[in-house]
């Protein structure tokens, strides 16, 4: 069983103005001439943290993190003006140019893996590999899943809690209402409904229940990030078709890619990896049995770590 790497620190971070408005943080560790590797976080709002330079040998990879516009570091902390999907595949893009990177393995979770995937389509030239944990497609589906008549199934004690901060008038359409207070002037409201929602989606994501980690979707700047950005992407439905990631694949399919998903994802569905691989038969799909959707959880680690000793050997082969 892997685990994850020792604790890096990084040997360059940078503050990158990508508009008028915001600007991203970004941070370099490991090997300076080794493979780039860019880690992209979830939600969206979800930002990166220290585990996330963990996945990857820091001899062999060149580890790029950084946190999506308006989330982590990044700032206005919690600003939706100028923060759409296509914003952030711009972003990537200016990353890559900044850091003077050729080609780059991308290594998403969750949001991340939409986002990967969205890159890799738009840029398929730029992308050596994929790495997807957790495959989110953002579609009517995928929302519903979560926000409607999913999740609730299995965590409906959860499910209750999220609901009764809404008044019963309001709850045809739980996610308007609680964007409607996420995107509303008083203070107070905004910062409860994102306690409410952030919650929601920390009960959702472990196999196994960790009073520590549900404790972080608490925190209010982690829980305003992850509320207001995922609502206001949700509502533009990700900013992207329905179904647009899978009718793309053509373009992505002969990338070295491999998937990761745990069997018990309530967040996101196994079926997602599956539709996926079906379009995409050359990534490797793991199903990682004791595990649901969190990128923390044992199994799940060990097939993300594998994944990356993987990649990083075929793409010696390549050169
Ligand atoms: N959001 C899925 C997602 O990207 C619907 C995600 N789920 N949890 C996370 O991200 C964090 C743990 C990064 C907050």
Known sequence: MQILFPELKPYKRHQLKV?????????????????????????????CDASSRRFYDPSVYRIITFDQRGCGRSTPHGELENNTTQDLICDIEV??????VDRWVLFGGSWGSTLS?????????????????????CRQC??????????????PDCWEE???????????????????????????????????WSV????????RPSPEALARFTKPHKALALARLESHYFMNKGFIDENQILENMHL???????????RYDMVCPLENALALHKLWPT?????????GHSGSEPGTVDALIRATADIAKQLENFD
């Open 200 to 207: 929601w989606e920390g009960n959702c994501s472990k196999l």
């Open 252 to 262: 992505i399919r002969d990338i070295p890619s491999r998937i990761v998903h745990g």
């Open 19 to 47: 508009s008028d408005k915001h600007e991203l943080y970004v941070d370099e560790s490991g090997n300076v001439h080794g493979i780039p590797i860019l880690f992209v976080h979830g939600g969206p709002g979800g930002a």
């Open 95 to 100: 990353m890559r140019e900044l850091l003077d």
């Open 283 to 291: 990534a490797e799909l793991h199903i990682v049995r004791e595990s």
């Open 117 to 137: 995937l969205l890159y890799a389509q738009a840029f398929p030239a730029r992308v050596l590999g994929l790495i997807l944990r957790g495959i989110f497609l």
């Open 142 to 155: 995928d929302f519903d899943w979560l926000y409607k008549d999913g999740a609730r199934r299995v965590f």
């Open 162 to 196: 999220f609901v009764n901060h809404i008044p019963i008038d309001e709850r045809g359409d739980l996610m308007k209402a609680y964007y409607a207070r996420l995107t509303g002037d008083d203070e107070l409201a905004r910062m409860a409904a994102a306690k409410h």
